[in-house]
């Protein structure tokens, strides 16, 4: 199984900021047919369901805001938050959508000071 | 829009078995797999298996191999995901999502059922 290594686990930061969030594959998930990388992150604010952000590393679902930007390839990825808003507040999840199992990071809680 | 609407929380003994639903609406069903998801406190989320809702063809995590077995009901839209032989350690908030095939991330999520086992 692909292991998947998110950090950091959690980060505290003022609104407007800049955010950070990291996920490592424990082997690559860039396609060679394609050029792909099959990677996806995920939006769980409390109470509900995950939320699709951004798939095949860099694209965004219909609907994300611009300020969610993903990027990496290979093994090391990074979901960047432009300019926080207090609506960010949630768990970030990465995954990978490579082979099967598909396999989670643990997630990264984000908190609005 | 499109919804997986899931079925309603689940009480139940250790040793026992529960069935839960996942109904679609809004789009092709036949067109997108249904996978399941497991989401505990201590171990995140976990991927569980998808069926293939046209053929009724199914991929399990070899962790869950087992414990859950999957079917679909074409004619209502429906998905299921029966988890037998419970303990506490099944105790867990069960998600359907839909892909278009797979491997694929999941766009859309149903809201979620929480199963407790407990005597």
């Known amino acids: 199984d692909i292991v998947m290594t998110q950090s950091p686990s959690s980060l505290a930061v003022s609104a407007g900021e800049t955010v950070t969030i990291n996920c490592k594959s424990s082997?690559?998930?860039?396609?060679?047919?394609?050029?792909?990388?099959?990677l996806a992150w995920y939006q769980q604010k409390p109470g509900q369901s995950p939320k699709l952000l951004i798939y095949l590393a860099s694209t965004r679902e219909s609907g994300v805001p611009d300020r969610f930007i993903g990027s990496g390839s290979g093994t090391d990825f990074t979901l960047t938050i432009s300019s926080v808003q207090a609506e960010d507040l949630a768990d970030y999840y990465c995954?990978?959508?490579?082979?099967?199992?598909?396999?989670f990071g643990s997630g990264t809680k984000l908190e609005i000071k | 829009q499109v919804q997986l609407q899931q079925s309603g929380a689940e009480l139940a003994k250790p040793g026992s078995s529960v069935k839960i639903s996942c109904k679609a609406s809004g789009y092709t069903f036949t067109s997108y797999y249904i996978s399941w998801i497991k989401q505990t406190t201590g171990q995140g989320l976990e991927y569980i298996g998808y069926?293939?809702?046209?053929?009724?063809?199914?991929n399990y995590n070899e962790k869950f191999k087992g414990k859950a077995t999957l079917t679909v009901d074409k004619s209502s839209s429906t998905a299921f995901m029966q988890l037998s032989s419970l303990t506490p350690d099944d105790s867990a908030v069960y998600y359907c999502?839909?892909?278009?095939?797979?491997?694929?991330?999941?766009?859309?999520w149903g809201q979620g059922v929480m199963v407790t086992v407990s005597s």
């Open positions: 995954q990978q959508h490579y082979s099967y199992p598909l396999t």
């Open positions: 082997q690559s998930l860039l396609s060679s047919g394609n050029q792909k990388n099959y």
């Open positions: 069926i293939n809702t046209g053929s009724g063809g199914t």
């Open positions: 999502a839909r892909s278009h095939g797979g491997p694929r991330a999941f766009d859309y």
